[in-house]
Structure formats: structure tokens, C-alpha cells
């Protein structure tokens, strides 16, 4: 499954049908709004299933990237790449992680959609959560700059990187859960699951007390991430178009899911024997965190990794429903709509 998972995901291929646009428009766009630039540009169009499109862009001199959002009819507030380059501009400001963004183009007129163009970063991504290219003896490394990487994002003075407003401080959970439930219970054609029934009932009755405001990811997965191309050191973070403000350990539960995730649903150590692979155990991933965000402990954690499991599901859910109206048809979307149910169960699994 991990080498299929590498091979579908990594590199590029020719732009997909649907996808094309002006490479000419584009390239007069960049020579007026891109420092340096200069043509003659190719285009190629990377493998991996991003919700926003994203393209690799070749020079004589350098490459690029090109993120933007997809053609045709969106929903409202959807694809919202201005956030992107948003948190990316800010986070950059904090010495954070992130790929250089050179410009964003909120004019329709030259490609078809809003887009942005940020720097290549040369490295490597792991698309297995058990680092099978690695050695054993490396692996804690590289499960400690993950670590080490996500404490660092919550751990950013968000107002000072001009993020005040970036999303709604406080009342995370509450919103979230009321969120993706309305979401669920209103795609009627997608079904009902008992176990989604029940979490719909518990956690917003079990919500733990206390309130934080951080940057989150919302997607913080190995696979989100480039690592330096031989040492352990995290150069980017990836795909940031479910961030926000919100509550830190939310999107911390979100990244150590690993341990509990089956890797046929998506990158997770499910089934994995850490100790022969020498991967850090959940409970000191934990302590790790926890060290490096000043906590003596992460009371309730259970509750944020069934918040975690739920929000997937509901996503999921989502999935399933558009592959049965037909607007969803690639295998991703068929496979995603199937593991539902094991992730609604996963999700309650957590608090028994």
C-alpha cells in the first residue's frame, strides 16, 4: 500500500484534462509580478490529490510553484487562496517552515481563477507514516522534528505576524462540532451511521473545559510535509487551506491520530510495531509536545482524538455523498466514501 501510495502521489505529470490554461498569459503575468522571472515557462501538474490545483512551473533558471483555485462553480468561501498566502506570508515573518510566496492574483482574466505563486522546495515527502526510506535508528529524528515543527506553529504570536484576524478565537470546539454535524445530518443521500449518531450527541456535551487560540494547520500529516533532503529537518509545511485560529490541541490530536490511523485510509501508524521500527510511542510524541508548549499534560486527550476521528469521518461522510450524486468520480473519492464507517467507528472507539 506505502509504495502505491509514493508512486500515485510523487512527481508530476502532464497538465489533466480540465485543468489547462493560458501558459502564455500566464508567463506575461509573471515577468510583471514575479522578481527575476524569466521564460520560456513549462508546465507540468503535480500527482497528488490537492483540493486546490497545483502546478509546478520550469525556467531555464529556476521552478516554481502555482497553486489555484479549481475551475468551475465553487462553494462560497471554498479554495480560498488569499488565506493561503495569507498564513504563509505571516508565518514566514516567524521564521516558520513555509515556502517563499512571490505574488497572488485575484484577476480571473488571465488563467481562469485566482492564483499564487511561491518558491519550489527541494526535499523529500513521506507519503508512509513509517519512514520505510529511513533507517531505524534515524526514525525517532524525524518523529521529533515533526514534533518539534507542530509545537513551533502553535507557539507563533499569531497578532504579532499580522494574524489577529484570521480567524474566530474561542469557542472552537463548539463550532467545529456544530459545523460538521448540521453537514452530516444534512446530506441525507450520504446515510446515517450509529456511531456518528452517538458522537453527535457526546462531544458537544463533553467538551473540555478551558479555551486556547492558536495558528492551526488542520492537516498537519507526514505527508503535508517536506523534509530536507537528508537530514531530519522539516524545510516546508504543505497545503495550509484548512487553517485558521483555533485550539492547539485540537490540531495537535489531528497530527498524533497517526498512532490510532489505519495506513489504508491515510498516512497513520494503525497496526504498526513501533518498537521494532523504533518509532516514538503515542505517550512520549505526547510528553514531547507537551515540553515543548510549556504543559505539565494533556488532560482529556481522548476527547480531542475523537473530535479528530469525527471531523474526518464527517468529511468523508461529505465524500461519499458526492460520489452518489456523481460529482465526486475518482478512485481517491470512491475509496474515501467506503472507509467511512471504519473512521465513525474509529472516532467512538476512542472514548470507550
Not at 83 to 96: P, Q, Y
Not at 134 to 159: C, G, K, W
Given at each position: ?6 508512486e ?7 497538465v ?18 514575479v522578481p ?9 501538474q ?8 497545483t ?9 516554481y510553484v ?21 498564513v504563509?506570508?505571516?508565518?514566514e ?7 517563499h ?12 481563477t485566482?492564483?499564487?505563486?511561491m ?7 513521506f507519503w ?9 535508528a ?5 518523529f521529533?522534528a ?9 507557539n507563533?504570536d ?42 453527535i450527541d457526546w ?9 486556547e ?14 523534509f ?42 494503525g497496526?504498526?510495531?513501533l ?5 516514538p ?14 504543559r ?8 480531542y482524538t ?29 475509496d474515501?466514501?467506503?472507509?467511512f ?8 472507539r476512542?472514548?470507550?
Amino acid at each position: 500500500m506505502s509504495g502505491d501510495a509514493q508512486e500515485a502521489n510523487e512527481g508530476t505529470t502532464q497538465v489533466r484534462p480540465g485543468f489547462a490554461f493560458d501558459e502564455a498569459a500566464l508567463s506575461r503575468w509573471m515577468a510583471d509580478h514575479v522578481p527575476d522571472f524569466e521564460g520560456p515557462l513549462s508546465v507540468e501538474q503535480f500527482k497528488g490529490g490537492q483540493s486546490n490545483p497545483t502546478y509546478k512551473l520550469v525556467t531555464p533558471g529556476r521552478s516554481y510553484v502555482l497553486r489555484r483555485k479549481p475551475p468551475g462553480q465553487l462553494l462560497k468561501g471554498a479554495h480560498a487562496v488569499d488565506r493561503e498566502v495569507a498564513v504563509l506570508t505571516g508565518l514566514e515573518k516567524a521564521s516558520f517552515p513555509v515556502a517563499h510566496v512571490h505574488a497572488l492574483c485575484t484577476d480571473d482574466s488571465v488563467i481562469g481563477t485566482w492564483f499564487y505563486i511561491m518558491d519550489l522546495v527541494e526535499g523529500r515527502i513521506f507519503w508512509d507514516a513509517t519512514i520505510p526510506q529511513v533507517s531505524a535508528a534515524e526514525r525517532p529524528a524525524y518523529f521529533d522534528a515533526m514534533n518539534a515543527t507542530i509545537a513551533a506553529l502553535h507557539n507563533v504570536d499569531y497578532a504579532a505576524v499580522g494574524l489577529g484576524d484570521y480567524g474566530r478565537p474561542g469557542n472552537y470546539f463548539e463550532r467545529q462540532i456544530g459545523r460538521w454535524s448540521k453537514q452530516y445530518l444534512e446530506d441525507t443521500e450520504a446515510g446515517r451511521d450509529p456511531a456518528m449518531d452517538r458522537l453527535i450527541d457526546w462531544l458537544p456535551a463533553n467538551i473540555p473545559p478551558g479555551d486556547e487560540t492558536a495558528i492551526v494547520h488542520g492537516d498537519f500529516r507526514i505527508d503535508n510535509m517536506i523534509f530536507h533532503p537528508t537530514e531530519p529537518r522539516i524545510v516546508a509545511v504543505l497545503d495550509w487551506e484548512l487553517s485558521t485560529l483555533g485550539h492547539p490541541l485540537a490540531d495537535f490530536a489531528y497530527n498524533a491520530m497517526m498512532y490510532h490511523m489505519p495506513p489504508h485510509i491515510v498516512a497513520g501508524l494503525g497496526g504498526a510495531d513501533l518498537a521494532a521500527l523504533n518509532i516514538p510511542s503515542e505517550a512520549d510524541y505526547i510528553a514531547a509536545y507537551c515540553a515543548r508548549t510549556g504543559r505539565a499534560s494533556i488532560p482529556d486527550y481522548r476527547f480531542y482524538t475523537a473530535f479528530n476521528f469525527f471531523r474526518l469521518a464527517a468529511i468523508f461522510h461529505g465524500i461519499k455523498g458526492r460520489v452518489i450524486r456523481g460529482t465526486a468520480s475518482s478512485q481517491q473519492a470512491e475509496d474515501r466514501a467506503r472507509v467511512f464507517p471504519e473512521l465513525a467507528e474509529l472516532a467512538w472507539r476512542q472514548l470507550s
